[in-house]
């Protein structure tokens, strides 16, 4: 687990906001994120996850608030920039292609090329070979490289995924909801591949509203609710159910029970 006094973070999300017209996605939301942590970012339907993390990652410029990435502040016009910096997003879709082979999923946009007599080929040997090596290293075992990605499970896929982004070069990984459709074994194959990462020194920011999965591989866990943060907390301080609470606005359900003498 990630000892933070250690290190600075590698990136700074200071009181970001976010407007789309006169809409305030984003109120002034402040995370950071250090290397080798997992830091979850929870929040119910409408909390502003989504937004948030896709202005981490260049989709969108902020509207206000300045955003810090190893210790240099950072403009990113588009997704491009941030990847190019090591700031990689694997969303829910997967932008994978089912009918292709893992290994040409996993190199789909990096395709490694050898010459023949000047002549360019995509090198089929080194693709098969590293895919193996990387899905090996997460706890996969592929049936070969040309196993087509749609005969894998959704917690098979999500690592191919997230090996993807860590073997590019991936020194920030944002998790966009990656166990919200998966059963328990595929989850928790998920969850440990998250643990892999971690220990590798990559910082991940796991996006969930599912606090049981936060707590089984977090180490700091920051609640969004309308767009503004609640607070920051390590492992260990918050209870699982001061966290679901919290997400669930659990201060304004106290109050109105209190109000209605309990019967809420």
Do not use: W
């Not at 600075?8 to 970001?16: A, G, L, N, T, V």
């Not at 000047?118 to 490289?145: Q, V, W």
């Amino acid at each position: 687990m990630n000892t933070r006094s250690e290190h600075q973070p590698i990136i700074e999300m200071r009181d970001i906001e976010k407007h789309f017209g006169s809409v305030i996605a984003l109120a002034g939301v402040s995370v950071d994120v250090y290397p080798g942590e997992c830091h979850c970012l929870l929040g119910d339907n409408g909390a502003g996850k989504s937004t948030f993390i896709k202005t981490m990652s260049g989709v969108h410029k902020p509207t206000h608030g300045e955003i810090i990435f190893e210790g240099r502040p950072m403009n990113f016009d588009d997704p491009r920039d941030s990847i190019a910096a090591g700031i990689a997003t694997v969303y829910q879709d997967l932008a994978m292609i089912p009918l292709m082979s893992v290994a040409r999923n996993f190199f789909m946009g990096n395709e490694p090329i050898r010459k023949i007599a000047g002549i360019p080929f995509y090198d089929k040997d080194h693709a098969d070979r590293i895919t193996m090596e990387e899905m090996k290293s997460m706890g996969i075992n592929l049936r070969g490289p040309d196993q087509a990605v749609g005969t894998l499970s959704g917690g098979e896929r999500q690592t191919v995924a997230i090996a993807r982004a860590v073997h590019f070069g991936a020194k920030v990984l944002i998790l966009d909801e990656p166990t919200s459709a998966l059963g328990v074994r595929q989850t928790s194959n998920v969850l440990a591949t998250i643990d892999k990462v971690r220990k590798q020194g990559i910082a991940v920011v796991f996006i969930t509203h599912n606090v049981r999965h936060a707590l089984a591989v977090g180490d700091r866990f920051t609640v969004l609710n309308r767009g503004k943060t609640l607070g920051t907390a390590q492992r260990g301080q918050i209870t699982p159910d001061e966290l679901q609470d919290m997400m669930a606005g659990g201060q304004e359900l106290a109050t109105l029970e209190g109000s209605l003498g309990g019967t809420v």
